[in-house]
């Protein structure tokens, strides 16, 4: 059975730092990409940074580019995303998807199999 389990959501401050953990089982963790998405009330989800297991590149959305960070470990099989320089805008509950693929060259969620709960996030102005 497929599982992606995020965490590390909660409350921050503006200028504050998260980091988010998306543990996954159930499929050869390397033959995958990963992919945050989130989705704040109102709005559409949004694919904000992918990774490819495989190789290591990765995407970061504009919107994101230069304070967020996706990494992977191998040997625990998660992919996290280093979350600084909040902003209230980044508030939203935040999911991990897999897709089986090499390379990140969507992050429509539509393209995405298999997905965690989500994690809210929460940034206080």
């Known amino acids: 059975e497929v599982q992606l389990v995020e965490s590390g959501g909660g409350l921050v401050q503006a200028g504050g730092s998260l980091r988010l953990s998306c543990t996954v089982s159930?499929?050869?963790?390397?033959?995958?990409?990963v992919t945050w998405f989130r989705q704040a009330p109102g709005k559409e989800r949004e694919g904000i940074s992918c990774?490819?297991?495989?190789?290591?590149?990765?995407y970061v959305a504009d919107s994101v580019k230069g304070r967020f960070t996706i990494s992977s470990d191998a040997a625990s099989n998660t992919v996290y995303l280093q979350m600084n320089g909040l902003k209230s805008e980044d508030t939203a509950s935040y999911y991990c998807?897999?897709?089986?693929?090499?390379?990140?060259?969507?992050?429509?969620?539509?393209?995405?199999?298999?997905w965690g709960q989500g994690t809210q996030v929460t940034v206080s102005s």
């Open positions: 998807a897999a897709q089986w693929a090499r390379a990140c060259i969507s992050v429509a969620e539509w393209e995405f199999d298999y």
């Open positions: 159930g499929f050869t963790f390397r033959d995958y990409i």
């Open positions: 990774i490819s297991i495989s190789d290591g590149n990765t």
